[in-house]
């Protein structure tokens, strides 16, 4: 039924799409902008369509573009990878009225998660523990207030159609919410084309710690699992790993089942990601859910087993969880994930260019998703990922030592990566005691710069 699936997107995911179907036996179709036209999924995909300009909104994000290069290669499915079009519903939409099966969930689901506040009162109504806050979006200011003042300040502000971030705003005390709301609302009418505000109680110093859902068009739904992603600056995630030292074997199997109802209920189908906040007695509270595959899956692939992206395939040609996972889902070992961008390791500053010399470290516990090549050159154009470069081991220190000897070998020049940031972090004593939150970042670059004195 998949015997040919286009790829919508570029760099290390693209190519790991690429390695699932493969092992699928599917061919495959790249796409590509004017200035990808030397990328190795160009290279190891079975056919190759250039869709536009370098600009992500002339081609990657262009959806006549991308269909029009579906329908001349007559291909089954579109894989969309992540960012670009994967949670774009219309695109879903468009994909189905053209007989291409879109890998992901149905657009209508897709389009009620995009919708933050109508996400979080489907799960408060299946059972999943979601923050003190609003009943769907707020009318104006006044309510605001009140909705404050019933569950107690600080809250946040938070838009509708936001995620990863954009449009938040905290509140501290009554007399600062006026203002906040109508900045708060006046950034997502801008960003998003919605103005809709919702809030919620902030809780401060959280971990992030989001929880991995796979669902057959059976109505089968299994959880697989934890991620920790609490080590992040300006919403960016730096690490990642699995399991997060903060969830006991009692939280995991409790927050399992809330969510396989959960998603059982929506119709949720293929790969999504739940994202909580934890606060610091331990609880856990729904904020959002990613529905796609994420950049951070490989750590759960590392202490699962199991090929989520061929997972992902599967899954949308028909066949059922219980014959793709062959048993119950145990989680064994920890993985651990660095991101490696293509950025300055003290200032961020974003740092494109070709790579003069490359040499990737390998061995028993590591594994490099990437799609870089030495003499190869990192566009200004797209995001800075580089590599992720992700470690197993029996627990976490053997992961994190892992973790130091692969950043040591690792040999990227022509550019600034972020390994000299990532083998600092590796030594921090905070991060080896897991005493990790959204602050944690914070907290190094403070101790970083003050030891730099
Ligand atoms: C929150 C929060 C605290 N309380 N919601 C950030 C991205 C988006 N996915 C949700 N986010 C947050 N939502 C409540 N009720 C804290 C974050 C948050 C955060 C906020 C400010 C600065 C950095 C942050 C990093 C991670 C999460």
Redesign the pocket.
């Known amino acids: 039924m998949l015997q040919k699936v286009l790829i919508a997107n570029r760099g290390e995911i693209a190519l790991r799409v690429i390695c699932a179907c493969k092992d699928l036996g599917i061919r495959t179709v790249a796409i590509y902008s004017e200035a990808d036209r030397y990328s190795l999924h160009v290279r190891f995909a079975d056919e190759a369509v250039c869709i536009g300009p370098a600009k992500s909104a002339l081609s990657y994000l262009n959806i006549p573009s991308v269909i029009s290069a579906a329908e001349i290669t007559n291909v089954d499915a579109i894989h969309p990878g992540y960012g670009f079009l994967s949670e774009n519903s219309d695109f879903a939409e468009v994909c189905q009225a053209s007989g291409i099966k879109f890998i992901g969930p149905k657009p209508e689901v897709t389009r009620m998660m995009g919708l933050k506040q109508i996400a979080r009162e489907k799960m408060k109504e299946h059972g999943v523990p979601i ?1 003190p806050g609003s009943d769907g979006i707020l009318q104006n200011a006044e309510h605001a207030l009140e909705v404050a003042a019933s569950i107690g300040y600080p809250v ?1 502000l938070k838009a509708s159609a936001g ?3 954009r449009g ?1 705003r905290i509140v501290r005390a009554p007399e600062d919410l006026p203002n906040l709301f109508a900045q708060a609302q006046q950034e997502a009418e801008n960003a998003f084309s919605n103005g809709d505000i919702y809030c ?4 401060e110093r ?1 971990r ?1 710690i989001e929880f991995q859902i796979l669902a057959d068009e059976h109505g089968n739904v299994e959880v697989l699992g934890e991620r920790e992603c609490s080590v ?1 600056r300006r ?1 960016q995630k730096l690490i990642e790993e699995a399991p997060s030292a903060a969830v006991t074997p009692e939280l995991r199997k409790k927050t399992a089942a809330a969510l396989k109802k959960a998603f059982s209920a929506i119709g949720y189908t293929n790969a999504g990601t739940v ?1 909580f ?1 934890m606060d610091p007695s331990g609880s856990l509270y729904f ?2 859910v990613n529905a796609r595959i994420q950049v951070e899956h490989p750590v759960t692939e590392f202490v699962t087993g199991v090929d989520l992206v061929k997972a992902q395939l599967r899954i949308a040609r028909g066949e059922k969880l219980s014959d793709i996972l062959k048993g119950p889902v145990k989680i064994t070992g920890h993985a651990l994930e660095c991101r490696i961008n293509a950025e300055n390791p003290v200032t961020f500053a974003p740092s494109p260019g070709r790579i003069q010399a490359l040499s990737v470290p390998g061995g028993i516990g590591v594994r490099v998703d990437t799609a870089v090549y030495n003499d190869g050159i990192i566009p200004p154009y797209y995001d800075s990922l580089v590599a992720k470069l992700i470690t197993y081991g029996h627990d976490r220190a053997e992961a994190i030592v892992r973790m130091q000897r692969a950043l040591d070998m690792f040999i990227i020049e022509g550019i600034h990566t972020s390994i000299p940031l990532h083998q600092q972090i590796m030594a921090d004593e905070e991060f080896r005691a897991a005493a990790i939150d ?1 602050h944690f970042i914070q907290r190094f670059l403070e101790r970083r710069a003050k030891s730099a004195e």
């Open positions: 923050l946040i995620g990863g971030g938040m919620e109680k902030f809780i959280p992030h992040q919403h994202e906040l904020i959002e959204t």
